[in-house]
């Protein structure tokens, strides 16, 4: 799964949108949505925002 569909799959989880995401993160719901829809890429300020927000962690275990 990529980020997006975990994003994707938390705002769900937490009945938000992704206007409450830009709103939480202090991104434009545009920047959000292009992040989501994959016309923008995560960078790890934007990654981290979102986690924060959403209260995600990123676990990074081998293969």
């Known amino acids: 799964m990529n980020f997006s569909e975990s994003v994707k799959k938390a705002l769900k989880t ?4 992704p206007t409450d ?3 939480l993160t ?3 719901p545009q920047y959000i ?3 989501l829809d994959g016309n923008r890429r995560w960078n790890e300020t934007t990654i981290n925002k979102a986690c924060d927000a959403l209260g995600l962690k990123i676990k990074v ?3």
Request: charged residues 30%.
């Open 14 to 17: 937490r009945d938000l949108s």
């Open 21 to 23: 995401l830009a709103r």
């Open 26 to 28: 202090g991104y434009t």
């Open 33 to 35: 949505h292009n992040l």
């Open 61 to 63: 275990e081998p293969d």
